[in-house]
């Protein structure tokens, strides 16, 4: 069986699914298949009470998976531990081949993505024609979720820290292809961006989708003792709107991480006035007020304070002048002048 370093079955002649169940627990528990200083190990499974014998992969990458034999293979037998090792030899070089085409293509990939984010397309027709050399149809509604890892404490250099993302990314590639084939990974930066299809409706998200988040926040807790966290933006109609669910999602992520929250899933909210306010520097609000409506700085009181409602209710009513006036007849007749008399304030 030829086992990746996730220890999972990618190619077996001997079909055991009580074997791919068994391993899979190993790792998530944190097992390790060799010792250091051998050639190759040998374990047993309490389950079944079979043997088995691993010969470790060796690639540039320092896990490459291993080539499982069912049964012991004794050290007193060298010609056959030769022949194993050639083996491996064999599959590693047709690795560091597949793995070289598959690297080449994320980068391509990750490119494309990268300049529907920056805009760098002349047109919508151009972003259809060139999405569907990845598989990518226009017509279908996505949902576009940012990851990122959390803070590490641990002190590890730049490269360190980019080889441990890469990884973990990788690994939530592989791990949402199984249960999403449809899926689009693409990487941005310290950021993973996933866009799942979805067929049905919203609700179709909070049934399949963020029950599979959960559980890969649980597995990269388990495997890597990292923590990480997701940004969901709202539903894309379309391919064209993933531009505005990127922003989404990682506006999304960005909120989570300024209340300081770790291993989350935010979903994307539109914000009222008053958060959209809050945003902005006091010293800019100041300035706006000073340059804008002077006039409400010198009414008086009474004056200021009727301005003040109306430009609220005008505001809540997102500009509508007759919105504002209907409610505003309500609560006083005197007002329905406001709105033209002080239309150049607003």
Known sequence: MYIDKYLRVISSSHPDFHLLVDLTDLHKNGYRLFLQKTPYSCFSLLGNKKTFSAFPIYTHEEKSGCLIIVGTIPFSKPSLVLTVEQATNVIAFEFMKEKALKQYGKRVRNEFFNNIIEGAFHSQEEIVIKAKEFQIENEQPYVCVVGKLDENLASLSFIQSQKEIDMIFEWIEDETKVCFPSVHHFVKGTTCVSLFPISQSWNEFHTTVFPFLKELQYKIKNT????????????????????????????????GQLANHHQFIQIYRRKDISELLQMIPPDYLKTFYYETFQKLALSSTNERDMLLQTLFVFLENHGQISETAKKLVHHQKMYLHLPLKYGSCF
């Open 224 to 255: 890597y003792n990292r923590t990480i966290s997701f940004g969901v933006s709202n539903l894309c109609t379309q391919f064209l709107d993933v531009q505005k669910g990127f922003k989404e999602a990682l506006e999304a992520l960005q909120i």
